[in-house]
């Protein structure tokens, strides 16, 4: 078992590696099937775990209120969500022999009610709200810097322009959680109760 302080350098860092493996995978012009989109995905996978260890940490450092309670468990959904997202790629790339079978099977399994919204729209939209919300709660407590809930929300947007800017999401969030990976923060001796 890692510590939260290793969760919050790992997760960040294997996001990033699926951005690079990503960006090195889409050379050729196509984006798997293969080795190189697997064993990003199984990085991203890998991250994900981080995440939500992160998640409960940051739960904890903000006092386990009502509002970081529920930005937890909505983080972890979104974070279940993605991972989802990401199996069915993973599963998609074994069973498709080129890029063109990939789209065909991706369309057939979007076509899916309730697939869409679940794992490639809405569901994943909570992971990335809530991370936000409890660095918002760790920056009011001065736990985090002012500006890191910035970053990290400049770093969600990034992807969303181009997903070649995934490592530079995961540059903003090493960034924005140095003070939870250098030492170990302690929320201001007042209790917050929103």
Known sequence: MTTPRTAFLAAPALMGAY???RIADGLDG???PGVAWTA?????LAGLA??????????????????STAGFWTATAGAVTLGGQFLIDIAVGFASADRAEMQELFARIQDTPGMLPVFYDFGPLL?????LVLAVQLAS?????????????????????DKDLIPVTAVLLLISFAPLYRGRPSPRPETASA
């Open 19 to 21: 951005g690079l493996i």
């Open 30 to 32: 196509d984006h798997g």
């Open 40 to 44: 990003g995905h199984l990085c991203f």
């Open 50 to 67: 981080f995440f939500v260890q992160g998640f409960a940490a940051m739960r904890t450092m903000a006092g386990r209120n009502r509002l």
């Open 127 to 131: 992971f990335f709200v809530a991370q």
């Open 141 to 161: 407590r001065r736990i985090l810097k002012p500006w890191a809930p910035v970053l990290m929300l400049a770093g969600t947007a990034l992807p969303l322009v």
